[in-house]
């Protein structure tokens, strides 16, 4: 009795499974399919016994296949091997097979699963990896030309700052503003250096990371900006007491201070002086730093996760371009850090940056 129940059970289990179930002979040719395999192949059970497997497998994995039905007949089982069939309609369908060989009996008994939505899933992916880096590419090679071609007027301007005789200047105000001007252009060209010189050496996937002071790079950032800083009359409030440093790209952050001021700048209400504070926090394994302005701020809800993509711009200032809070973004993350945006129209805004240590 128990004999029979169990050969029942099998029985149900081979016609049921929605798996492809197959016993194939090593002559080539199936024995006995369930009825998963004329379902998806679209074949009878007289025509899928009548003809040589071979006859139903993508031409190009033939040969593959094969050679992997000779270790089958060496008693060697295959695990996990993928190949194509072709259906009766012509379509291509991706199995992925586990098969055991009976060497005494000379048969082979298989379990093949449908994986040709995976496969459709892989070949999607593989094809936005390759357009991504075809894009990746052509942005590379547009900054490494942006960055090479820009050097030659900026070294210009350098030239023409040597060239100026400032013994012969009195104005006290004129000098000042020529250092600025100087100061600025030289921090211009250090910074091109450094993108083409991080691109000649493919560094943009290896960044360097490193210890910095915050209140030194944000002195270097302001100063580069005094005249903006001064003409806008901005009130810088800065308190780098708790943390003095921060683990992180030189360059990713100086753009960062550049960035934030800016547009704290940019988008001041008008008629009002920008009013611009920063505090450094220590937490557990991590450093965070706080910037925050009363400017015009934006509806972040409205805007939702869009602020922080590239060409973005929520104001109708004409210098928005959208690229600022894209770099930003990209920069902190790319780096295992965070940013996170609290805003209200006319409230200002406030950016949590939190690097990771």
């Known amino acids: 009795m128990p004999t029979q129940k169990a050969t029942i059970d099998k029985e149900l289990f081979f016609l049921e499974s929605a798996d492809l179930l197959c016993i194939a002979g090593f002559d080539g040719f199936f024995k006995e399919v369930n009825p998963s395999v004329p379902r998806l192949l679209g074949y009878s059970d007289d025509e899928l016994k009548s003809r040589p497997i071979d006859s139903f497998i993508h031409p190009d994995d033939r040969n593959l296949t094969g050679k992997y039905r000779d270790k089958l007949k060496s008693n060697i089982p295959l695990l996990n091997f993928e190949n194509r069939y072709i259906t009766k309609t012509g379509e291509v369908v991706w199995l992925s097979w586990t098969s055991i060989p009976r060497y005494n009996e000379e048969l082979i008994y298989a379990i093949a699963k449908n994986i040709t939505h995976l496969k459709l899933i892989e070949k999607d992916r593989n094809e936005l990896i390759g357009n991504l880096t075809k894009i990746n590419h052509s942005l590379k090679q547009l900054t490494y030309t942006t960055s090479h071609d820009l050097r030659s007027p900026v070294n210009n301007l350098l030239s023409i700052f040597q060239l100026i005789d400032t013994s012969k200047i009195w104005d006290q105000e004129t000098l000042q503003f020529l250092e600025i001007l100087k100061s600025a252009a030289e921090g211009l060209k250090d910074t091109l250096n450094h993108y083409v010189d991080a691109l000649v050496n493919k560094d943009l996937l290896t960044v360097k990371v490193e210890e910095l002071d915050l209140q030194q790079t944000f002195d270097k950032v302001r100063n580069s900006l005094t005249s903006l800083v001064e003409s806008s009359k901005a009130k810088f409030h800065v308190d780098f007491s708790e943390k003095k440093t921060v683990k992180y790209n030189q360059y990713y952050l100086e753009s960062t201070f550049l960035n934030l001021i800016t547009n704290s700048i940019k988008y001041a209400i008008p008629g009002e002086a920008p009013e611009i504070s920063l505090t450094s926090k220590q937490l557990e394994k991590k450093t965070q730093l706080v910037y925050s302005d009363k400017g015009t701020g934006f509806d972040t809800d409205a805007v939702n996760d869009k602020v922080f993509r590239l060409n973005q711009t929520f104001h ?35 950016f949590i940056l939190t690097f990771k240590d």
């Open 316 to 350: 109708n200032h004409p210098d928005s371009k959208g690229v600022g809070l894209y770099l930003i973004h990209n920069q902190i993350t790319n780096l295992g850090g965070s940013i996170l945006l609290e805003s209200k129209p006319n409230q200002g805004a406030r």
